[in-house]
């Protein structure tokens, strides 16, 4: 299966991150208009963005029916309590805290794409269920039709 991921940073994380996921995952570096066209599995997203903050992108992705099921990581140099419930209250599914480490950004990539495996599984699942009770409620009706015919026959020959 393949993932892939958008990262829209800064410059200055830019050389970084391309340098690290890349050896795992798929990266290009997008505009929110190429994200709502390719729907990747991953966004990294820092919060300070030239011209909007990370924040106000979050909130457009989550706005859009189509993008879901898209995981979102933003990245912030904030550490309080306040910035991170605003994160996840825009619809962040994690953050990570600048500086950051390479096998922290690693480990939490592989997690949400992990996510997106497992989800992406159970939808598979739950159509099948769904395909498997259809067939069920048909044989269900096909039987009490059946012992329906069968009863007015013994009715009928009495």
Known sequence: MRCEMVVNLWVENRRYVRLEP?????????????VKR?????????????????????????????LTDVRIILLTARMDEEVRLAALREGADDFLTKPFSSPELEARVATQIKAVQLQQALRVRGDELA????????????????????????LSAG
Not at 23 to 34: G, Q, S
Not at 38 to 61: E, F, N
Not at 134 to 140: H, R, V
């Open 38 to 66: 390719i729907r990747p599995d991953l966004v990294l997203l820092d919060m300070m963005l030239p011209g909007t903050d990370g924040l106000g992108v979050c909130r457009a992705l989550r706005a859009d029916p189509g």
């Open 131 to 154: 395909i498997a009770i259809d067939k069920l409620k048909q044989a269900e009706a096909m039987l009490v039709h059946s012992e329906k015919m069968s009863a007015l026959g013994v």
């Open 22 to 34: 890349a050896k795992n995952f798929e990266v290009d570096r997008l505009h929110i208009a190429a």
